[in-house]
């Protein structure tokens, strides 16, 4: 079937099986590769998208359900000429190491400070803990979502 999606303010169509994973409509169908696949099970949230503004883990959700909804993914977290703030800390603070996890930490981020934009280091562990890190321990990550969204580049 041909879904549509406005996926990053961008109006798409694609032919995708109806049961197949918003994850592989996103990667293969329309070359976002941004998105990652972790364990494919809805556990460690590498694959999280904003759907219809709400945080989902794109490898539990099928391209029917996703039809006509509205779709964040890491390429649209960027500002048109520059990285967001989220982005340019995880880069310069060490919340980034393998990267495996960082896209979907992220969106998770930029969705928590899209509703505050002065989360407490409490409320950003929080605002993270479906996406996990084997890697920094969290705290580099805690650190950099606080230092972006203290940064007044934060706004578009
Ligand atoms: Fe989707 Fe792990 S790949 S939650
Ligand atoms: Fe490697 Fe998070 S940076 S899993």
Do not use: W
């Not at 048109?80 to 930490?105: K, S, V």
């Not at 950003?124 to 479906?130: C, D, Q």
Request: with cysteine.
């Amino acid at each position: 079937m041909e879904i549509e999606l406005r996926v990053n303010g961008a109006l798409r169509r694609v032919e995708a099986d109806p049961m197949a994973r918003l994850l592989d409509v996103l990667r293969v169908g329309l070359g976002l590769t941004g998105t990652k696949e972790g364990c494919g099970e809805g556990e460690c949230g590498a694959c999280t998208v904003i759907l219809d503004g709400e945080l989902a883990c794109a490898c539990l959700v099928p391209a029917c359900q996703a039809a006509g909804a509205a779709v964040t993914t890491i390429e649209g977290v960027a500002f048109a000429e520059r990285l967001h703030p989220l982005q340019a800390h995880f880069a310069a603070d060490g919340g980034a190491q393998c990267g495996i996890c960082t896209p979907g930490m992220i969106v998770a981020a930029r969705h928590c400070l899209d509703r505050n934009r002065s989360p407490t280091r409490t409320q950003v562990r929080e605002a993270v803990a479906g996406n996990l890190c084997r890697c920094t321990g969290y705290q580099r990550i805690v650190d950099a979502v606080v230092a972006a969204a203290l940064d007044p580049k934060a706004q578009p």
